[in-house]
């Protein structure tokens, strides 16, 4: 039995890794095994451990041992993991393993994301970053415009930028996270699809999916909401109620989506997330009404994005909410509005105190989150912006993991998180001022 096993005794692995399954791991669903550390090895993709991950040095919840140190990390702080057997690189079943959630195949590389950057290192970074995400949205802007006017676009040229912000998220990814927290309230839905599409990428990350893979779902992103170009603005901005023959041109945007996509020859994925992103796991979705896995996956996935990155932005027909909300939303709607698995995977991702959200702390203070420590989620860098009273401050960096009592207690906290615009400190502004600095 694995649970009696010691950690110096370290069996040999069956010759045939078709049979590790069988032989060592106790299964738990049809994707995941309960594996003994001693047993564990490089290519495994652990999805779980047997503690909270908060308090740990992994940075990601859920990874690929990639590492004999990640190994050595795990064997001297669990007994036993949780092993993800579609995302491992080797096959532990006798089914093909596929890592990716488009069913990339083992020997396909996955991607890394980088380390999270602090805030000597954010100016230069964000400065980085930025020419990829200005380009992008100037093109996806044109390319709005376009559609509005009936005219194609070539989907060449956007794969491109969307390459490039790629690109950008794999050398410096709280740099594009913290772009994707600069909220306006004046180009809503160019925005919102930027956003979606960074999301989106970072996601793939995440899951571990295939560069092009992750290309695709920042392309689907940038594009699922094509279809509101039909919609005339008043209707999508209007604070009241929607009349039924409103109602009717906003649930038909979906196949106003799909019709440009296919005409401007973007690829399947793409136009089925244009398309069915707003099905839900319930069967009460539109525009067809498909129920549970029935929706491509990529369709759900966006479906959470564009739900998670509406709630935490401004918009006039619904209050804003911080991501702390919007997250209790999404889990709420588990199984019913949004695919549950998915879900579990976004909030891994995302984590406790996003890079760019806004807090006040036990002190009274407000300030923003800069930094994350791997070992101590709750207690994150941070950047001071206003003081007790809420009067703006000269700006001040900590380390809230560094604050601590002469007993080893910290001594601030995170007292709750706070909308984009609390007590007038706007990330758009933060970060041109940052910039300027």
Not at 131 to 159: G, W
Not at 234 to 254: A, F, T, Y
Not at 261 to 278: M, P, T, W
């Amino acid at each position: 039995m694995l649970h009696c096993l010691k950690r110096d005794t370290v069996p040999q692995l069956a010759h045939d890794e078709a049979s590790f399954v069988t032989q060592f791991a106790t299964r738990i669903n049809d994707t995941t095994v309960r594996v003994s550390v001693n047993l564990l090895k490089r290519g495994m993709f652990v999805c779980r451990l047997d503690r909270p991950w908060l308090g740990t040095p992994f940075l990601m919840q859920g990874f690929l041992i990639e590492h004999d140190e990640e190994l050595q990390q795990l064997r001297a702080l669990c007994d036993q993991v949780y092993v993800d057997t579609q995302k491992s690189l080797i096959n532990l079943t006798k089914q093909s393993s596929k890592s990716s959630l488009f069913g990339r195949k083992p020997s396909e590389p996955v991607l890394k994301i980088a380390p999270d950057i602090d805030r000597e290192l954010a100016k230069s970074g964000i400065r980085e970053a930025l020419p990829a995400y200005s380009s992008t949205i100037k093109s996806l802007r044109q390319c709005f415009h376009a559609y509005s006017r009936d005219q194609m676009v070539n989907a060449r040229a956007l794969e491109q930028r969307v390459g490039h912000c790629l690109d950008a998220i794999l050398q410096n990814t709280s740099a594009m996270t913290w772009l994707s927290r600069v909220k306006s309230h004046h180009h809503y839905t160019s925005e919102h699809a930027m956003h979606v599409s960074l999301l989106a990428m970072v996601f793939a990350v995440h899951c571990g999916w295939s560069r092009e893979e992750a290309k695709t779902a920042g392309l689907a992103g940038l594009l699922f909401d094509l279809g509101k170009t039909k919609v005339p603005k008043q209707i999508l901005n209007k604070p009241g109620p929607l009349s039924e023959s409103e109602w009717q041109l906003v649930h038909d945007h979906p196949k106003w989506g799909r019709y440009y996509l296919e005409k401007s020859g973007f690829s399947r994925d793409v136009i089925e997330a244009a398309y069915y992103h707003h099905e839900r796991p319930d069967g009460k979705g539109y525009p067809v009404k498909r129920i549970g896995g029935q929706t491509p996956l990529i369709a759900r996935v966006i479906h959470i994005l564009d739900a998670y990155d509406a709630m935490i932005s401004y918009r006039p027909y619904a209050q804003q909410r911080t991501v702390f909300e919007a997250t209790k939303v999404l889990y709420r709607g588990r199984d019913t509005e949004f695919d549950s698995h998915l879900v579990d995977q976004f909030i891994e991702m995302i984590g406790v105190y996003p890079i760019g959200t806004l807090v006040e702390l036990s002190t009274g203070e407000v300030a923003v989150v800069i930094g994350q420590n791997n070992d101590a989620r709750l207690l994150p860098k941070i950047s001071i912006v206003r003081d007790r009273n809420k009067n703006p401050v000269a700006e001040k960096v900590a380390n809230l993991k560094e604050i601590r009592d002469p007993h080893g207690n910290p001594r601030v906290r995170i007292k709750t998180m706070l909308h984009d615009g609390s007590f007038g400190v706007y990330m758009h502004e933060y970060t041109r001022q940052l910039l300027v600095s």
